[in-house]
């Protein structure tokens, strides 16, 4: 599904999603559907960030994944939330009938058409005229405090119900927070910030406070004023939520009050993302939905049609492999006909496990179908699933390796105060009947229980373990910080000879035989730069402009470079940047080594110091420079 949404156009993304987020996981109040969802978004996430090709164009458009993550955001969950939090904050500011405008020209118009201004012609009203007017600006202050007033309201009601958000939307907030810093390593904590300030704000909180109607928040009618007022509200808290300063001129009175809060706001976001993951609680859901003796959904005919013609459409786009499932099944399906496109009709319709092998008790919908394994592959399949759950079980609760045998060892789980303790009790009890069904249950499961307590070492054992490991990893940080020393002091001994050299170079710098031309300044064209390899991009000149581009390479001083940029006819520099020699040297060493020109072009350092030696230096350097220096002795370090 989440490769579909990426396929599908955006006519029709609207569509897939109300079938996706209404009908197939449309039990907003049961945690399997809701994980199985959130499972779903984090393969869509994951597929949009890693196609990202730079970090501003990320998840800003109005692309598939922020339309799903909108839908997502108006589930009943998200919906009852906001009523809680913000329905008494929105019905205040609904009824308060002053506005709030803080635009100057737009108050000093409305002062003019009211009258409260007489001004001696009819020509526009400029910008200037209204912000110096007394009366304007006393107005702005007055409604500058009474939009702070609510904005705080609304944030400090946010915060004081963090724990109620949605779950789904938090992790939601916490995943597009880790997959950003995944593929954006470089990218500041402000930055990753506003893109949950982005979701969160822009995609949950904003639509909200700027059309309440649409969400059935208020039942009656609301002026243009004070539509405006809700609109004020919401791009001021989506100021905060960029973390960014206002730029906006008929914002900037509020200016102090988004610095003031810029902090508080992003502590608030980086709490919202503090939440547990749910994969290993999904997968436990799963074990219990396949032993559960009947799980639907509620779809129409309709529904069904629209989905499977948008998986044939997009078959080979989305198949795994040539033996896909999905595609098989696929192929096995009549087409969908006219009748059935036409009943929206939604009915019940009972799901069975037909892809996969759950390894589940013989009541469940799969091996009563008759379609999958033979006993010994049902076997295998419990007793792996059975061994798994064992495993969380006792390092949940290790006081349960003590018993005697496993139903003692269960008995302690079920008895157990803590409600996840006693799920896996449950779901490990129905395993074991199942593989006593298959007969295959000696002794109460005893091979079991032993094989488990054999593979899973005691508490105590691993305290230790990890005690070992913890000393064993203080001796490499401290070998580590050590070395760090030796070469922070190797480095410091180079950096001084080549001082040292330089030094010597400027004395015999007029040395006929060290510099070709040393005041001499060579100049090359853009062609022939490009064609050395030498500019390896030219983002900020345009093509048509590049002919009359030529740039200019001067060494005033030994190891510093001067390459200037120049237009043709005209005597204006457009760029110079100097170059020095021992950042050169180390350049050339990155993976990518790139100088940037303030981004008019992209040098590549290898080449440029090629070039640097070609017209300046000769290939064998001055006599006097290498008989009376000679590189630093390094002493050998013990660790290194």
């Not at 405090?145 to 939307?169: A, N």
């Not at 954006?184 to 995609?203: C, H, T």
């Not at 005919?301 to 013609?309: A, D, K, N, R, W």
């Not at 044939?312 to 496109?341: H, Q, R, W, Y």
Request: aromatic content about 6%; charged content about 25%.
């Amino acid at each position: 599904i989440a490769k579909l949404t990426r396929l599908v156009s955006q006519k029709g993304i609207d569509g897939l999603l109300q079938i996706v987020m209404f009908s197939l996981y449309g039990n907003q109040y049961e945690d399997r559907e809701e994980h199985l969802l959130l499972s779903m978004f984090e393969y869509a996430l994951t597929y949009e960030v890693q196609e990202a090709t730079e970090i501003n164009s990320l998840m800003r458009a109005n692309t598939a994944i922020t339309r799903m993550m909108t839908t997502y955001c108006r589930r009943g969950p998200g919906q009852e939330y906001i009523r809680l939090v913000l329905g008494d904050i929105i019905e205040r500011l609904s009824i308060y009938n002053q506005p709030l405008e803080i635009d100057p020209l737009k108050i000093y118009q409305g002062m003019i058409d009211d009258n409260e201004i007489r001004r001696p012609d009819e020509s526009s009203v400029l910008l200037d005229e209204a912000e110096s007017n007394p009366l304007v600006q006393k107005r702005i202050k007055e409604r500058v405090l009474i939009l702070e007033e609510f904005v705080l309201e609304i944030l400090d009601s946010l915060k004081t119900s963090i724990e109620k958000v949605p779950y789904g939307i938090r992790w939601l907030c916490k995943a597009t927070k880790v997959l950003v810093q995944e593929k954006f390593p470089e990218a500041s904590s402000e930055r990753i910030n506003s893109f949950i300030g982005g979701f969160f704000f822009l995609r949950y909180i904003n639509p909200v406070i700027a059309t309440p109607h649409a969400y059935r928040l208020l039942s009656n009618t609301l002026s243009s004023q004070t539509k405006r007022n809700f609109t004020l509200v919401a791009k001021v808290i989506q100021k905060l939520a960029n973390t960014s300063s206002v730029r906006a001129s008929n914002m900037l009175p509020l200016e102090p009050f988004v610095r003031a809060h810029n902090e508080e706001l992003k502590t608030f976001l980086s709490d919202l993302c503090e939440v547990p993951d749910f994969h290993e609680q999904l997968q436990l859901e799963e074990y219990m939905a396949v032993s559960r003796k009947e799980i639907s959904i509620e779809i129409s005919l309709s529904e069904i049609c629209t989905l499977q013609s948008l998986l044939l459409n997009f078959k080979n786009d989305i198949a795994s492999g040539p033996n896909d499932k999905v595609c098989s099944t696929l192929d096995k399906m009549p087409p969908p006909s006219e009748e059935m496109e036409k009943s929206k009709q939604p009915f019940r319709l009972k799901l069975c496990q037909r892809l996969s092998d759950p390894g589940v008790p013989s009541c469940s919908p799969m091996l009563n179908s008759g379609i999958g394994m033979n006993v010994a592959d049902q076997l295998a399949s419990a007793r792996r699933k059975c061994k798994h759950l064992l495993i969380q079980l006792f390092k949940m609760a290790p006081s349960c390796m003590v018993e005697a045998d496993l139903n003692n060892a269960l008995k302690v789980a079920l008895s157990s105060p803590i409600e996840e303790i006693v799920t896996h009790a449950e779901v490990i009890s129905e395993q074991l009947k199942a593989i006593k069904d298959l007969g295959s249950l000696s002794n109460g499961g005893k091979d079991l229980f032993d094989e488990i307590r054999a593979i899973l070492p005691d508490r105590s054992v691993l305290l230790q373990r990890s005690q070992t490991e913890l000393d064993s990893l203080q001796v490499v940080l401290e070998t580590i910080a050590e070395h760090a020393e030796f070469l922070q002091e190797q480095s410091e001994a180079y950096r001084v000879y080549l001082d040292a050299v330089r030094a010597k170079v400027g004395q015999v710098q007029q040395h006929p035989t060290f510099f070709r031309k040393s005041r001499g300044t060579y100049k090359f064209s853009h062609s022939q730069l490009e064609r050395d390899g030498i500019i390896v991009e030219t983002p900020g000149i345009p093509l048509q402009r590049r002919g009359n581009i030529y740039y200019s390479i001067s060494c005033q001083e030994p190891g510093i470079y001067n390459i200037v940029v120049h237009q043709k006819g005209s005597e204006k520099v457009i760029y110079e940047k100097q170059l020095h020699l021992e950042d050169l040297l180390e350049h050339q060493h990155f993976p990518d080594p790139i100088i940037d020109m303030e981004g008019l072009v992209l040098l590549n350092a290898r080449q440029t110091l090629l070039l640097l030696s070609r017209y300046f230096i000769k290939k064998d350097p001055p006599r006097p420079v290498s008989r009376h220096l000679s590189a630093p002795t390094i002493p050998l370090h013990a660790k290194s």
